[in-house]
């Protein structure tokens, strides 16, 4: 995790009437992974002007800026994308996407065309299986395998 200035880890950092409207209770950490928010912020990394561009939660249009800035966390957790991240001692936490890692860029490779991420996601709930990022590349190579 990167952090930087004014990006704290206290309270004091971020007072009530300041804090950015995409902070969130870490209370609210119980959220289920959207794998289609995470190819969503994934293909907005990419689409920023240079490497110092900076993904804000409210630049994804269609889902809550508490929701994307749990993304980025689970996202930047995994390794697919290096990003800023805070998290106040009374819970609250931001998070700012920065660029997308080697492994970000692979698997956004993998589930970038509409079609195939909707046939990926199709096989993977025929085969009743849940989607992780195992699942997703699996999947993904043997479609390609059979495209071939």
């Not at 409207?21 to 119980?30: D, Q, V, W």
């Not at 970038?112 to 992780?132: E, V, Y």
């Amino acid at each position: 995790m990167l952090y930087s200035p004014p990006f704290t880890r206290t309270e004091a950092a971020w007072p009530a009437a300041a804090r950015p409207r995409s902070t969130i209770s870490t209370k609210e950490l119980t959220m289920p992974r959207d794998w289609d928010l995470v190819r969503a912020i994934l293909l907005a990394l990419e689409q920023l002007p240079d490497f110092k561009g900076q993904l804000r939660p409210e630049d994804i249009q269609g889902y809550n800026a508490a929701l994307v800035t749990y993304h980025i966390m689970l996202i930047e957790e995994a390794g697919l994308i290096e990003a800023i991240v805070s998290q106040t001692m009374g819970g609250e936490a931001f998070a700012l996407g920065r660029r997308m890692t080697w492994a970000g860029h692979e698997l956004l490779d993998a589930i970038r065309a509409p079609s195939m991420w909707n046939r990926i996601k199709r096989t993977a709930l025929d085969k009743g299986l849940d989607l992780t990022l195992d699942v997703i590349l699996a999947i993904a190579k043997k479609l390609a395998e059979l495209a071939l």
